[in-house]
């Protein structure tokens, strides 16, 4: 078997693969990609909080030990 009757192979079993998939309602989508988006910012607030905490720690010790 060549590489071209196995790509046509490989794509008819895609396909077939293809239709017996069950795509989620569009509602379905709006809702989980609002969660993720959500998430996404609480945690990019979350982490914006942690960074200036751990920059003001580090800058102490460097200023403790500095001068």
Sequence with gaps: MNWYSRS???L???????KRTTWPA??????TTTVVIVTVFIFAVFLF??????????ERIVGFFSG
Excluded at 12 to 18: C, F, G, H, N, S
Excluded at 26 to 31: A, D, P, S, Y
Excluded at 49 to 58: E, H, M
């Design 26 to 31: 569009w509602k379905e989508v709006q809702g």
């Design 12 to 18: 008819k079993e895609v396909r077939a693969e293809l």
């Design 8 to 10: 046509i192979d490989f």
């Design 49 to 58: 909080i942690v960074d200036l905490a751990l920059q003001s720690v580090v």
